[in-house]
């Protein structure tokens, strides 16, 4: 948070016992570290009270000073004892780097089996801990639990003139890139904008564009070119300005590298000041000759969702319902406030969307804008489908177990309030869903060479849920490498009189919906989207876009 200039290792500071210490004294008795450079200043860190740690007095970790002007307390470090954490971008760009860490970070269902035992039979053979245990009445298994799950059918994915079956690892990007989209929007007038550097990859990606579109039944007609002399973000923000007219479809900008103050100069102008559909390229991304057809074909889709249109669909039994995707992203850069993004379904088969953000001050209750952004998307579905939803499925992501209390207390009364803007007779039948992803559980499958991770589709609805609870894992994705973690999905309210295997039918179809991906995701497509649009107006835009463009995946 600081640095103390008038302070150094020579400095002294109380300890638990009241005795005066200096840091040197400090970390030669308590840690036998010897501190080199005694004439260096000292970083300060001020901690949140309450992450404090219960019983912790001055003097501790590191040498905590409390003064009569500063009434909280202080923690003191020494620079020369502190090290960076994390990695840096020049290793996270670094694919060998990386490719090597992953060989720790994401391990197999064998070898997570491994360490397991391993650390069970540590635990086992140790008197002590076995004694501490007992004292509680538990004791450590030296097998997996054994219970037997259902595996879902897979998916048909519908296009505009095909449908195919989802396979064995539910992915069909081979067929995406031959078949049409079910809803193609023209691309004939637009804006791409880049520096003089990059024109040979700017007209590469351009002519690429134009190949790989027509097979998915999508017309790209020429840009309108735009080459700036450097990469200043006022040119970009100058050249879109003089371009921005209301015939005028999409903006691409081919950014020469990756940086955050500029990407969100652009997005605030293309999502707030003049609302249109924007895509942002990073050069690297189209550099290398080998991957541009396949690197141009996703964006191309992505740019058509973002231009209103449908990609793929599948079958959704149910008539008259509107799914709804909620998260809330937490932006630490204005005073820890949150934004809430909702994103709701507005036709039947699930795949045109209408989103909403609203803005919370850190000590302000999201139930508040919840009420709003959820009359808004009933009216945009009355707008669209000339009557209201007879069923509204809400799947509530960013909640942990110690928040469950605040989803029932508030957040439903809060929607339940919001029907009654509509009038005394409409009371829509509700079920809410907290949708889990950052779990410890894991599900391993029997395969002939041992552990496995199973199948997607794989739900477990029994044995390892909670006492009480209508909630169930299910596991959506496939991954090709490490252990793939389940989903929880936990039903904290229903009156649509859907069975449990419909509700996880209906979940499962929801995670192939997702067009950013042609496959599954671990959640269901409607709270990714969410995500998406929370976290782009947590990081970028720091306000709410346009009401213009909500009616488009413009976030993606």
């Given at each position: 948070d600081d640095i103390a200039w008038d302070k150094n290792p020579q400095s002294t500071f109380i300890d638990h016992t009241g005795k005066a210490l200096t840091f040197i004294e400090y970390y030669s008795t308590a840690y036998g570290r010897?501190?080199?450079?005694?004439?260096?200043?000292?970083?300060?860190?001020?901690?949140?009270?309450?992450?404090?740690?219960?019983?912790?007095?001055?003097?501790?970790?590191?040498?905590?000073?409390?003064?009569?002007?500063?009434?909280?307390?202080?923690?003191?470090?020494?620079?020369?004892?502190?090290?960076?954490?994390?990695?840096?971008?020049?290793?996270?760009?670094?694919?060998?780097?990386?490719?090597?860490?992953?060989?720790?970070?994401?391990?197999?269902?064998?070898?997570?089996?491994?360490?397991?035992?391993?650390?069970?039979?540590?635990?086992?053979?140790?008197?002590?801990?076995?004694?501490?245990?007992?004292?509680?009445?538990?004791a450590l298994s030296p097998n997996m639990l054994q219970t037997t799950g259902r595996k879902l059918?897979?998916?048909?994915?519908?296009?505009?003139?095909?449908?195919?079956?989802?396979?064995?690892?539910?992915?069909?990007?081979?067929?995406?890139?031959?078949?049409?989209?079910?809803?193609?929007?023209?691309?004939?007038?637009?804006?791409?904008?880049?520096?003089?550097?990059?024109?040979?990859?700017?007209?590469?990606?351009?002519?690429?564009?134009?190949?790989?579109?027509?097979?998915?039944?999508?017309?790209?007609?020429?840009?309108?070119?735009?080459?700036?002399?450097?990469?200043?973000?006022?040119?970009?923000?100058?050249?879109?300005?003089?371009?921005?007219?209301?015939?005028?479809?999409l903006v691409v900008i081919i950014f020469p590298s990756s940086r955050d103050d500029r990407y969100s100069s652009v997005k605030k102008l293309c999502c707030i000041e003049h609302p249109i559909p924007s895509q942002v390229i990073n050069a690297r991304t189209i550099s290398q000759q080998q991957k541009l057809r396949s690197v141009t074909q996703k964006i191309v889709l992505q740019?058509?969702?973002?231009?209103?249109?449908?990609?793929?669909?599948?079958?959704?039994?149910?008539?008259n319902i509107m799914v709804v995707g909620i998260d809330v992203y937490h932006d630490s850069s204005r005073g820890k406030r949150s934004i809430l993004g909702i994103v709701s379904s507005t036709n039947r088969h699930l795949t045109r969307w209408y989103s909403r953000v609203s803005i919370h001050d850190k000590n302000q209750e999201i139930a508040d804008g919840l009420n709003l952004c959820l009359q808004s998307a009933l009216r945009k579905y009355h707008e669209l489908n000339q009557t209201l939803p007879e069923r509204i499925l809400v799947f509530r992501d960013g909640v942990g177990d110690g928040q469950m209390a605040t989803v029932l207390e508030f957040e439903?009364?809060?929607?339940?309030?919001c029907f009654s803007m509509f009038g005394e007779d409409y009371k829509p039948r509700l079920a809410v869903i907290v949708v889990q992803k950052r779990i410890s559980t894991r599900i391993f499958g029997q395969g002939p060479q041992g552990y496995q991770n199973p199948p997607p589709g794989t739900v477990l609805d029994h044995t390892i849920t909670r006492k009480g609870w209508y909630d169930f894992f299910l596991v959506s994705q496939h991954v090709r490498q490490g252990t793939v973690t389940p989903t929880h999905y936990n039903v904290v309210a229903d009156n649509t009189g859907l069975k449990p295997d419909h509700m996880q039918r209906l979940a499962y179809k929801l995670t192939h919906l997702y067009y950013n991906w042609p496959g599954t995701v671990r959640v269901p497509a409607p709270c990714q989207y969410a995500h998406k649009l929370a976290f782009l107006v947590g990081q970028s835009l720091h306000r709410e876009p346009s009401l213009d463009i909500c009616d488009r995946l413009f976030f993606l």
């Open positions: 010897a501190i080199e450079d005694t004439e260096q200043p000292l970083l300060l860190h001020r901690p949140k009270k309450r992450r404090l740690p219960r019983g912790r007095g001055r003097g501790q970790g590191g040498g905590v000073e409390q003064t009569e002007e500063e009434p909280e307390q202080v923690i003191c470090l020494v620079p020369e004892l502190c090290s960076m954490t994390g990695l840096t971008d020049k290793a996270r760009n670094d694919f060998r780097v990386m490719k090597d860490l992953a060989v720790h970070t994401r391990i197999s269902p064998n070898q997570r089996d491994v360490a397991i035992r391993k650390f069970v039979s540590v635990v086992n053979s140790n008197e002590k801990a076995k004694e501490e245990l007992s004292s509680w009445g538990l059918l897979s998916e048909k994915i519908h296009f505009k003139d095909n449908s195919i079956v989802a396979g064995l690892e539910a992915d069909w990007n081979k067929e995406l890139i031959k078949e049409h989209v079910i809803s193609a929007v023209p691309l004939r007038k637009w804006l791409l904008v880049f520096t003089k550097r990059d024109t040979s990859k700017a007209m590469d990606f351009l002519n690429m564009m134009k190949k790989v579109a027509p097979p998915m039944g999508i017309e790209v007609r020429d840009a309108i070119v735009i080459e700036l002399p450097n990469d200043r973000t006022e040119n970009y923000i100058r050249a879109i300005r003089e371009q921005i007219k209301s015939s005028l479809q740019i058509n969702c973002k231009l209103g249109g449908e990609l793929w669909a599948v079958d959704i039994p149910l008539k439903i009364p809060q929607m339940k309030k």
